[in-house]
C-alpha cells in the first residue's frame, strides 16, 4: 500500500481499509482497519524524542499508548531490536535504530470516564505490536501499530477469530516489505501535505461491510 501519497510503502492485507476515507485523520497518521475483525493498524510519524534512548523506544511508546487507551492492565509479551532481516529495504546506518514490543492491554471502549469506572466491567483484550522507526537524521520516530483484539468482554458482532500466532505473522511481514521511498515526507511541506491529500482522495475503496461506522479505538 502506498502511505503517505506514496512516500512510505508497506504490505498489508486487503481486508484493512483506508480510515481516512470516514473519518478526518491527522496529516501525521496513516490509519486503516478491518471492520469484521476489529483490528487496525496504524503508522504514526512523530517528532524524535531526544529524551528516550534508543534501546528503551519501543517500551516508552508501548507505556504511552497504554495511557492513552486508559488500559487498566499492561503486560509485556515480548520487546527487541529489528535488524537488517527483520526490516531489509530501509537503510541500517548510524543514527538509525529500529525496535519493536508486543503487549497485551485490557481496554474498555467508550469515554475515558467509563474506562476509569471500576464498575464498568472488564475490558476487551488487546494483543498490540509496535515497531519504532527512529531516524535521527529527519528528527523523525515512526510508529507502526498493529491492534488486535483477541477477547471481547462485549462483542458488537461476531467478529472473524484471527490466532495470535497469525497476527505476530503478519505484523512481522508487514514490517519486511516497509519502504521509504521520498525522505522529503519528513519536512511536510505544503507540496508534500497536499500530495498527501490528493492521494487519500483518489484512493477508492468499496463500502464498508456495516453499515454502521468502524470502530478503530482497539
Known amino acids: 500500500r502506498k502511505l503517505y501519497g506514496g512516500a512510505l510503502l508497506m504490505e498489508m492485507h486487503q481486508r484493512f481499509l483506508d480510515m481516512s476515507k470516514y473519518f478526518e485523520i491527522k496529516d501525521t497518521v496513516e490509519a486503516w482497519a478491518d471492520n469484521l475483525a476489529d483490528q487496525s493498524i496504524s503508522i504514526e510519524i512523530l517528532n524524535y524524542a531526544h529524551h528516550v534512548s534508543d534501546e528503551g523506544a519501543a517500551l516508552h511508546y508501548t507505556q504511552e499508548m497504554a495511557i492513552d487507551n486508559c488500559a487498566r492492565r499492561l503486560k509485556i509479551l515480548d520487546e527487541g531490536v529489528l535488524l537488517r532481516k527483520d526490516i531489509p529495504h530501509i537503510p541500517h546506518k548510524l ?4 525496535s519493536y514490543c508486543i503487549c497485551e492491554q485490557e481496554i474498555v471502549r ?8 471500576p464498575n464498568a466491567g472488564p475490558g476487551n483484550d488487546v494483543q498490540i505490536f509496535m515497531a519504532v522507526i527512529r531516524w535521527k537524521h529527519v528528527q523523525a520516530d515512526v510508529l507502526i501499530t498493529f491492534n488486535a483484539p483477541f477477547h471481547w468482554h462485549l462483542k458488537e458482532r461476531n467478529y472473524r477469530d484471527f490466532s495470535r500466532e497469525e497476527n505476530s505473522r503478519n505484523f512481522f511481514h508487514m514490517l519486511k516489505t516497509f519502504q521509504i521511498k521520498d525522505w522529503g515526507l519528513f519536512d511536510m511541506s505544503p507540496e508534500t501535505l497536499a500530495k498527501i491529500e490528493q492521494a487519500h482522495a483518489n484512493c477508492t475503496h468499496t463500502v464498508l461491510p456495516e453499515p454502521d461506522q468502524p470502530d478503530i479505538d482497539a
Open 95 to 98: 543514527g538509525h535504530f529500529y
Open 110 to 117: 467508550g469515554a475515558r470516564k467509563l474506562a476509569a469506572d
